[in-house]
């Protein structure tokens, strides 16, 4: 592995790690307690970055495809995501999006097809009756025929398992 350390401040740090075909692997940023690293794939398309602040992931998070398209982009709080999120398929069209609270899937969460039009919604709360000391979590979905956009079924999980 290659190091190329391009700049070096007090308050400010690039450091960057070399592919053997000579393609940039890793940059690092530094800037006070904050961290930008940057993951690139062997074919030096950008493949992940991440912030990191004090040691922890705290910041924007994002995963791209093989082909530079996005994958995955949030937030992280606490090494967990945190707040709004959205995955791509690897073609670019958005596949899910919805929002995460302290590391679980929390509200409205939509899931749409290769074509881009909405399969299902997800409705996911937590709260309620306590099991094993943990609350329960209660997800409602609502599934689409996405070629008429009818409602084809309503259905409701407790802790992930299907309630008739």
Known sequence: MNTLNIDKMTDRELIITMHNNG??????THRQNITIIKMYLENGMLGQEITI????????????????????????????PHGDYKIYYQSGILKEEGCYDNGKKHGMIT??????KCKFVDFHCWGGRKI?????????????????????????????????
């Open 23 to 28: 393609k940039k692997k890793k940059t690092y």
């Open 53 to 80: 602040e004090s040691d922890i992931l705290n910041g924007p998070y994002k995963i791209f495809h093989k082909n530079g398209n996005k994958k995955w982009i949030g937030t992280m709080k606490n090494n967990k």
């Open 111 to 116: 899931t749409y097809n290769e074509a881009g």
């Open 132 to 164: 094993n000391g943990n609350y329960e979590k209660i997800t409602y979905r609502t599934e689409f025929d996405t070629t008429n956009n009818n409602l084809l079924s309503m259905t409701r999980y407790e802790n992930d398992n299907m309630d008739t």
